[in-house]
């Protein structure tokens, strides 16, 4: 199994550009999780989605965007990004339970 | 909603000796209380956890202590090794599945050899 994977690792952007972050996970899980890690303050949920078709608001939604078309991926997008994403991007998947997290994307906006 | 505070933000130990990181929460319904440990370059890897009907849990070097009266819990860990050195989370959710978590800040441990 390769558990919770991200793509990209890394990605620089302009202000105003957009993207999309993919993260799968093999683990036949049902809810899965978008998290920000800024410096001191923790990783802060954006969205989550407990189940395929399902998304939901985590605390800092604003600005992102999500889906979950298929059980196994979860789509984080930034439509217009702004210097304040600039962050660590982890997800994560679980059954009622654990979260397994992904490595991480590291995005610079600038 | 809920807020979790995180002390200290970061703790240096000599090899051998014991670490205790402390968490306090502010909403009384949360009944879950996960540790994660982050190692350089990777995600979050959960460690321990604990319920609200447990008062401590051990494994192994690591312990996990709660006291719900005061809002608080801890994570304990003798007799320090190098690989423990990491940036370790405490989390509270207020739902059985767990799915709500709400993070502390994160504490930076350095255990030198």
């Known amino acids: 199994n390769a558990g919770v994977t991200q793509t990209p690792k890394f990605r620089v952007l302009k202000t105003g550009q957009s993207m999309t972050l993919l993260c799968a996970q093999d683990m036949n899980h049902e809810y899965m999780y978008w998290y920000r890690q800024d410096p001191g303050m923790g990783l802060r949920l954006i969205h989550y989605s407990v189940g395929e078709g399902t998304t939901a608001k985590g605390e800092v939604p604003d600005g992102y965007n999500v889906s979950r078309l298929k059980k196994q991926n979860f789509l984080l997008g930034l439509e217009s990004a702004a210097p304040s994403q600039t962050s660590v991007y982890f997800c994560?998947?679980?059954?009622?339970?654990?979260?397994?997290f992904g490595p991480g994307t590291r995005l610079t906006v600038t | 909603g809920e807020n979790v505070e995180q002390h200290p933000s970061t703790l240096s130990v000599q090899e051998g000796d014991s670490a205790v990181i402390k968490c306090t929460y502010s909403?009384?319904?949360?009944?879950?209380f996960p540790w994660y440990k982050q190692e350089l370059g990777k995600g979050p890897q959960l460690i321990i956890d604990i319920r609200s009907n447990v008062g401590e849990k051990k494994d192994q070097r690591i312990a996990v202590t709660l006291n719900k009266t005061a809002k608080h819990f801890s994570l304990h860990i003798t007799e320090t090794q190098p690989e423990d050195s990491a940036v370790y989370f405490c989390a509270a959710s207020y739902n059985n599945a767990g799915n709500m978590l709400t993070f502390g800040g994160g504490t930076r441990l350095m255990v030198k050899p």
């Open positions: 994560a998947s679980s059954l009622p339970g654990e979260q397994y």
């Open positions: 909403d009384s319904a949360s009944n879950y």
